[in-house]
């Protein structure tokens, strides 16, 4: 497809399994982002990745939360032993390069459940 | 470090009514500004933004939203409303010329239009 794709669209877990979320980038964008909306509040930074360079991963909140990707293709974000404050949309969004004025391109989202 | 609020997390409005909606935000640095648009169970579309030049932006839809240096805002308004407006509305900052590729996000403000 043309658009930032995010699988699973939904995903209910209990508490403490590890769930792992994909998103497919817009090809040719270099730069790839993860954030987290929780219910009522806007959108809240998670991790970027721009091309070879080491990713920011100044937003993750805790170290259950990690996030890799491939050259400049797929990402995965893992939640490890998940919480129930983990229950939130997690969003992917990405931009032909990070540092520059280029906009974002959003995912649907995965809209996380921790039971 | 930048932040942005939204000042209405709700505006309710009758259509064909006008709207604004308010959004200041705080940086020590220059930044581009976005406008988002969140409609139920999707991810954010891209609305407007400021880069340079006009301070006046305009979006397809009849959206538009004026960049004030000295009040240090973003408001968006639109001149008559339609049904189809509903949606959540996110004001974003990104800081010129930084290595960091992050948006950061207001917590959004629900309009929701009346027939």
């Known amino acids: 497809g043309a658009g930032v794709s995010q699988s699973p669209s939904n995903k209910v877990t209990e508490k403490g399994k590890d769930v792992e979320l994909r998103c497919d980038p817009i090809?040719?964008?270099?730069?790839l982002y993860w954030y987290r909306q929780r219910l009522g509040q806007g959108l809240e930074f998670l991790i970027y990745f721009q091309g070879n360079s080491a990713p920011d991963k100044s937003g993750l909140p805790s170290d259950r939360f990690s996030a890799e990707r491939t050259g400049e293709s797929v990402s995965t974000l893992t939640i490890q032993r998940t919480q129930q404050e983990d229950s939130a949309v997690y969003l992917c969004?990405?931009?032909?390069?990070?540092?520059?004025?280029?906009?974002?391109?959003f995912g649907d989202g995965t809209r996380l459940s921790i039971l | 470090a930048q932040s942005v609020t939204q000042l209405d997390s709700q505006v309710p409005v009758f259509e064909e009514a006008p709207v604004e909606l308010r959004c200041n935000y705080s940086s020590s640095v220059s930044v581009y500004l976005f406008w988002y648009v969140q409609y139920p169970n999707q991810g954010l579309q891209l609305l407007l933004k400021?880069?340079?030049?006009?301070?006046l932006v305009e979006s397809i839809n009849g959206f538009e939203a004026e960049f004030n240096k000295s009040q240090t805002s973003f408001h968006l308004r639109k001149p008559s409303v339609h049904i189809s407006d509903t949606a959540e509305y996110f004001c974003a900052v990104k800081q010129r010329g930084s290595t960091l590729g992050r948006l950061y996000f207001g917590r959004g403000t629900q309009l929701t239009v009346w027939p």
């Open positions: 400021y880069l340079s030049g006009s301070t």
């Open positions: 090809s040719g964008h270099t730069a």
């Open positions: 969004a990405s931009s032909l390069e990070g540092r520059s004025n280029q906009p974002q391109h």
